[in-house]
């Protein structure tokens, strides 16, 4: 039977139907699996490795130990602040950073023979009795290739330049160029004392199992003043580009499992109509209900293996076509994505032939004989009740078993529900309502109307289908839109790349005229005042130590304070009133997140200390803003006035292009006491990662819009039989071709715009629930989406519709009917 079938067409639309739908949900599946997997890989370069431990004092030797006895590679790093002197004359405060021989452990060390010479990648620091110097402080210094320079009582041989490190994202910034050197050369450098500004880190690195373990274990011995760091942590920016992504692309392949089971129930509804007679044909030769189920289940099981094989096989290809295309834009191999990808691509398969194809096929035993005698014996084909139920369940089931993620199926739910009840209201309102537009219209609209009127329940459920897909397909990308828009908004082009800090009072003048004068656009210089929070409404909190043994969140902390006279850009009142200006009264603004773990309101009287010297203030508004916008960010803002008295340094930061990078040199000489903290290369390392991350959803997005344009063709092929049955007749008694497809064209584009409306509709709102409740997004509406999705719904449904009937046109009348 399906060799017959095969021959004559019968089974086209649905393998091909099963097979795309395999073959895309399990291409995604791997696609994103690999690329997950590529991303994260790429995404430690910001750690130098998998996971840091860091403190300010030296950390416990024995963890290196365990690690080593768990087979994770290891490294250790220390970095501070420290003159460094060539000769009498030339000094400079760098940031060194000692490193062991391993380091780093995840990506490379970007090194030249000489300053700012070609740079070539290192997989190992400098080694003992030498340093590597940031390009900048070779004239700095005044030094060249293989001169000596002290660090404390060491002497070391400067052996090249450093210039580009994987971690410099970690903790976001050193102060003055870098100086590298080898670990082993610090107990003779004698700088390392107690109370030293000093930072010590210990890398890990491994198999992800190995290292989990090793966490677990870690995480119980952590003391005051230690942590642990992963990409999230240690690049907040990053990790939220790549939780954000990683949503887009569970929801990509939650939508693909919805679209591949579609497909599949529209193809099999067709199937089954069309096998009614040779049922019943069965039937009258003796044939039983049970042998006909069996008959067809056995042939369903049988072409759903096939189909299953082939899907794999093309999913394989596709995630491989995908990693061809994109292999320039990955720095890094991905990783096999294992056969979990495939397995979801056969349960995807087999769900949907028991939820979608069997029903329908499963009543074709109960086909009466006698529809070989009187073709006006009604069909068992519909679906029922239970039929939905069973389809919803093995969805929702499907696409919370892919995403992992219930809010996420919930809130697609949650469009289809939109869509499904708006669908039908709209759509038989509209359909039933155009009768007595019908009859007074032209013949090519009145024969359209009449067809969408006879059909009317049958074009209602075929508009909400079309309008799912469209739906879906809207959803992704509007949510594409957004995140890119979202990424671009936080790291433009112009974005400050460079802060300073420590700058006194007597030289806010001179360096604001030296940016001026070097065409250099700055933020504003924002006092700096350092203080520590001691007390909400007389309510002494605990120190840090105390509140970690007590499991408490409210402790004392130390924080940098400013004034201001007005809101300062980038900020968003959410409560209270900001001051007027000269106000003397002892006010507070408090940042939302601080107001939050604090539980802070409005009217709260703050005790704060200022070095030795006690400051109140009572909370007169809570702000909220962006952390991610490179400018500088305060939790407490005060009225100028209240701070007058405490001293104060300042700090500002602004853009300075790689071509410009010479003016430090200058700048450094004429302010050797200003800290210039460098976030370029920082900043280009999140652009790469986030560059790499849109590239990913553009593909994605493709594969999907392939996946909706499926369902549209399965949606139109399940009326195109009876539609060209009547275009048949019609022709027959001598309608023209043009009646005939302007009657078609009106009523696929009648269609297409019932489901493009209800499609924006649905889109918009599951949108704002998907970018609110699972992505953390602020939502904004979409103006544009109303004439893309209303002009697409009408083009798609209207073309693929007359050209899926094109034949009744072609052929003679006569042909037409005998193949149906």
Request: a negative charge; glycine letters at 8%; charged letters at 15%.
């Given at each position: 039977?399906?060799a ?30 690999r ?34 006895q ?110 590298m ?33 090793f ?48 497909a ?66 990955l ?12 397995l ?24 009466s ?5 009187r ?36 809130a ?53 289908i ?5 739906m ?14 979202e ?22 003048q ?58 300062p ?16 009264e ?24 200022v ?5 109140m ?28 008295n ?18 430090l ?18 900043i ?23 996946t909706g ?52 509709i649905a ?10 409740w699972v ?46």
């Amino acid at each position: 039977m399906l060799a017959r079938d095969w021959r004559g067409g019968e089974l086209g639309v649905l393998v091909l139907a099963l097979v795309l739908a395999v073959g895309v949900v399990s291409g995604i599946s791997a696609f994103t699996t690999r690329l997950q997997n590529a991303l994260e890989t790429e995404s430690h370069r910001f750690l130098a490795a998998d996971l840091v431990a860091r403190s300010g004092r030296e950390l416990p030797a024995p963890w290196l130990d365990e690690a080593q006895q768990r087979d994770l590679e290891i490294a250790t790093v220390l970095t501070f602040p420290s003159m460094v002197y060539a000769g009498d004359d030339a000094m400079q405060l760098a940031s060194v950073k000692a490193v062991s021989d391993a380091y780093p452990l995840r990506g490379e060390l970007g090194f030249s023979e000489t300053a700012f010479a070609e740079v070539v990648p290192r997989s190992q620091g400098p080694g003992p009795g030498q340093v590597w110097l940031d390009s900048r402080l070779f004239p700095l210094l005044d030094v060249a290739l293989g001169d000596s320079v002290d660090v404390g009582d060491a002497t070391l041989t400067v052996s090249g330049a450093v210039r580009s490190e994987p971690d410099q994202a970690v903790g976001m910034y050193g102060y003055g160029p870098r100086l590298m050197m080898h670990y082993s050369d610090i107990d003779a450098t004698g700088v390392i004392q107690p109370g030293s500004r000093v930072s010590f880190r210990q890398l890990y690195a491994g198999d992800a199992d190995a290292l989990l373990q090793f966490k677990e274990w870690l995480e119980p011995q952590l003391e005051p003043g230690q942590r642990l760091i992963d990409v999230s942590e240690g690049q907040p920016g990053v990790g939220e580009a790549l939780a954000r992504a990683e949503s887009f692309l569970l929801l990509a392949g939650s939508l693909g499992v919805v679209l591949a089971g579609v497909a599949i129930a529209l193809a099999a509804r067709r199937f089954s109509e069309r096998h009614n007679d040779y049922v019943a044909v069965m039937k009258s030769l003796g044939a039983t209900s049970k042998v006909v189920n069996g008959l067809y289940g056995r042939s369903l099981l049988l072409l759903g293996g096939v189909a299953t094989l082939l899907g794999c096989l093309l999913g394989w290809s596709i995630q491989s076509l995908f990693f061809t295309l994109f292999a320039d834009q990955l720095p890094v191999q991905p990783a096999p994505s294992g056969p979990r990808p495939y397995l979801i691509g056969a349960a995807t398969s087999l769900t949907c032939l028991l939820s979608f194809a069997w029903p329908p096929l499963r009543r074709l035993g109960q086909a009466s004989p006698l529809r070989v005698l009187r073709k006006d014996v009604p069909l068992h084909s519909g679906r029922t009740f239970g039929d939905y139920l069973l389809g919803l369940t093995a969805i929702s089931l499907l696409m919370f078993w892919y995403s992992g993620d219930w809010k996420l199926t919930l809130a697609v739910l949650a469009g289809l529900a939109i869509t499904v009840a708006l669908g039908m209201v709209l759509a038989l309102t509209l359909l039933r309502g155009g009768r007595q537009l019908g009859m007074s219209a032209g013949s090519i609209w009145r024969l359209a109307l009449a067809g969408l009127q006879r059909r009317g329940t049958a074009n209602a459920l075929q508009v909400v289908i079309f309008a799912m897909a469209i739906m879906l397909l809207l959803i992704l990308v509007l949510v594409r839109t957004s995140l890119v828009d979202e990424w671009q908004m936080q790291l433009p082009e112009d974005a400050p790349n460079h802060f300073m800090i420590n700058i006194g009072p007597e030289d806010v003048q001179a360096v604001d005229q030296s940016l001026r004068q070097a065409d250099i656009h700055s933020e504003a210089l924002y006092a700096m005042i350092r203080g520590r929070l001691m007390a909400v409404n007389d309510e002494a909190l605990p120190t840090w130590e105390e509140a970690e043994a007590a499991g408490h969140e409210r402790h004392q902390r130390e924080a940098n304070f400013t004034w201001s006279e007005s809101l300062p850009p980038d900020n968003q009142l959410l409560e209270g009133q900001w001051w007027e200006p000269g106000t003397e009264e002892p006010l507070v603004s408090v940042e939302a997140e601080f107001a939050e773990r604090y539980g802070l309101s409005i009217g709260d009287e703050l005790s704060l200390l200022v070095g030795s010297q006690p400051l109140m203030a009572r909370v007169s508004s809570v702000r909220e803003l962006d952390w991610q916008s490179m400018r500088p960010n305060f939790y407490l803002i005060f009225p100028p006035k209240l701070l007058a008295n405490y001293p104060a340094t300042f700090m500002t930061s602004f853009h300075l292009s790689a071509d410009d990078k010479l003016f430090l040199n200058g700048f450094i000489r004429e302010f050797p006491t200003v800290t210039v903290i460098e976030m370029d290369m920082v900043i280009d390392q999140i652009r790469s990662i986030i560059n790499q991350v849109s590239a990913a959803i553009e593909l994605v997005l493709l594969v999907i819009l392939a996946t909706g344009s499926l369902v549209l063709v399965a949606g139109v092929q399940a009326s195109v039989d009876a539609r060209m049955h009547e275009s048949s007749i019609l022709r027959a008694l001598g309608a023209s071709r043009r009646l005939i497809l302007g009657g078609l064209w009106i009523e696929f584009a009648a269609l297409g715009l019932f489901a493009g409306l209800l499609a924006v509709i649905a889109a918009e709102m599951s949108v704002a629930i998907l970018q609110f409740w699972v992505m953390d997004m602020r939502y904004v509406p979409s103006p544009w989406l109303w004439p893309l999705g209303i002009a697409g719904g009408i083009l798609l449904i209207a073309g693929l519709g007359v050209w899926s009937c094109r034949r009744v046109v072609s052929h003679p009348p006569v042909a037409v009917l005998r193949e149906l």
